[in-house]
């Protein structure tokens, strides 16, 4: 099957923190196996593509399975409702595809090694322990 | 130097969200050989212990350097201005400590891999590629 990978973030009024999500898309996208025929991005709020969009956009370009993934920090209502809610709608549109939701970032096993890397990146010049 | 780690996040009316953000210091405090005597979490705004408070409560403790960790996903005005302006003001209260901000969560260079990870996990039995 051909499959994507859609990133969702909430989407920002300041468009350099959209700008944020592209990227990261794009980086993902360029990881030598990363397991997907392509990776975009998509926004829940604000910014565009709208994840209906989004999926949309990833059937045009030939996708048989969707993984939806909320880049996201926190289990809230915009995790456990209103994305499962804009793919339950794309879902019905798209009865032929497979569109799956995954783990949203926060509940990442990593994370506690990811924060500990980043607190090791300090700006300033002046680090001692 | 005594050394602990601020983890701050943004803060959420929703305890729940809070609660992860306390879980996830103590899971960070948990990692062996993490580099720092404590680390302990601290909101921007909403929740509490508040960052100054988080500073205040690092320093009674002992702490004598305190790395101060955006646990946030774009760098917006959160990361840029307001906790900068936290640290500067609890610096000038507290001359004898060294306390720097570290780079925030979105701008780890394992995003990307994380993001990957996560994906992988799928919350329904029915996987296939």
Chains 1, 2 share one sequence.
Request: aromatic share 6%.
């Amino acid at each position: 099957l051909i499959k994507y990978l859609l990133l969702i973030a909430h989407g920002s009024r300041r468009q350099g923190a959209n700008d944020e999500i592209i990227r990261l898309a794009e980086s993902i996208a360029g990881h030598a196996d990363n397991g997907y025929d392509g990776v975009l991005p998509a926004f829940l709020e604000i910014a565009e593509p709208s994840i209906s969009e989004g999926i949309k956009r990833c059937v045009e370009l030939g996708a048989e399975h969707i993984v939806v993934m909320p880049y996201f920090l926190a289990a809230g209502n915009h995790v456990y409702k209103d994305i499962p809610g804009e793919i339950a709608c794309a879902q019905a549109g798209a009865p032929e595809v497979k569109i799956e939701m995954s783990q949203y970032l926060g509940a990442s096993e990593a994370m506690a090694s990811l924060v500990l890397d980043c607190s090791r990146r300090v700006d300033q010049a002046s680090t001692s322990s």
